[in-house]
C-alpha cells in the first residue's frame, strides 16, 4: 500500500463534464505535486505546491484546475476536457526542498482518466 | 523535452543475472534519482545520488554517477522476477522540479 492516496482509480468522463480528482497524504509533507503520465512514457510534472500555495504551473491548460485546500489535501478539478487528456495522473508528495537538499518524492497509484 | 535519455529502453534478462541501466541528462543537476514502476502503479523510490558524490550502494542497487559525462547508470544485481518492472532516472534541476528520463522496461524471467 502506498502512502499517498488517491481517488478514483479510475475516471470515465465526457469532454463536458466537470469531475475532480483527489490526492491525500499523511507524511506531514509540504510539497505535493500532479504529474501527467502517457502510456508507455514517463511522467510529465503539471503542477507543484509548497505550503499550500502554487509553485509551479508548467503552461497547462485552464480545462486543468489544481487546489490546496489544506497540508494533507490536492486536488485537480477537470473541465471541458479533450481525448488527449486521457492518461494517468499521479499524485506525489515530499518534504520542501531547500538549502540544496532535496527529498525524494512519494506517489500515489493514480487515477487512470478516460476522456470520450 | 525530457531532461534524460535512457538506455536501453527493454531489457530482458534471467532470474540471478545482473541488469545494467544507463541514463544521460543535458544540464546541470542538483541530483539524480532513481524510481521503480510497476505496471499500473505508482513510482516507488529507489535511490538519490547528489551531484558532489560518484557512486551509491543500498541492497542490491548500485548507482553510479558521472557529471563530467552527464551520465547515470543503476546496477541490480542477482535479479529476481519481482523485479520486473519499469524504471526511470529523474534529474532535480530546481526547486526539486523531477524530470524524467524515458525509462528501462527490465522484464527478470524465472
Known amino acids: 500500500d502506498t502512502e499517498v492516496t488517491q481517488t478514483p482509480k479510475h475516471l470515465v468522463m465526457g469532454m463536458t463534464n466537470k469531475k475532480s480528482l483527489k490526492c491525500e497524504q499523511h507524511m506531514g509533507h509540504r510539497a505535493m505535486y500532479w504529474y501527467k503520465q502517457k502510456a508507455k512514457k514517463p511522467p510529465e510534472l503539471m503542477f507543484v505546491y509548497s505550503y499550500e500555495k502554487l509553485s509551479i504551473n508548467e503552461s497547462v491548460p485552464s480545462r486543468f484546475s489544481p487546489e490546496c485546500p489544506n497540508s494533507s489535501l490536492l486536488n485537480l478539478h477537470l473541465h471541458a476536457l479533450q481525448p488527449e487528456d486521457s492518461a494517468l495522473y499521479l499524485c506525489a508528495s515530499s518534504q520542501v526542498p531547500g538549502q540544496g537538499l532535496y527529498q525524494p518524492q512519494h506517489f500515489g497509484d493514480g487515477t487512470r482518466l478516460s476522456i470520450l | 523535452s525530457q531532461q534524460g535519455e535512457e538506455d536501453p529502453q527493454a531489457l530482458s534478462i534471467q532470474e540471478g543475472e545482473n541488469a545494467t541501466m544507463n541514463c544521460s541528462y543535458k544540464?546541470?543537476?542538483?541530483?539524480l534519482q532513481w524510481y521503480r514502476q510497476n505496471s499500473g502503479r505508482g513510482l516507488v523510490h529507489l535511490i538519490l545520488?547528489?551531484?558532489?558524490?560518484r557512486e551509491k550502494h543500498s541492497g542490491r542497487l548500485r548507482v553510479t554517477l558521472d557529471t563530467s559525462k552527464k551520465s547515470s547508470s543503476l546496477l541490480i544485481t542477482a535479479s529476481r522476477a519481482a523485479d520486473t518492472a519499469s524504471y526511470f532516472c529523474a534529474a532535480t534541476t530546481s526547486y526539486g522540479k523531477l524530470t524524467f528520463g524515458q525509462g528501462t522496461i527490465l522484464t527478470v524471467h524465472p
Open positions: 545520488i547528489r551531484s558532489n558524490e
Open positions: 544540464t546541470s543537476i542538483n541530483n
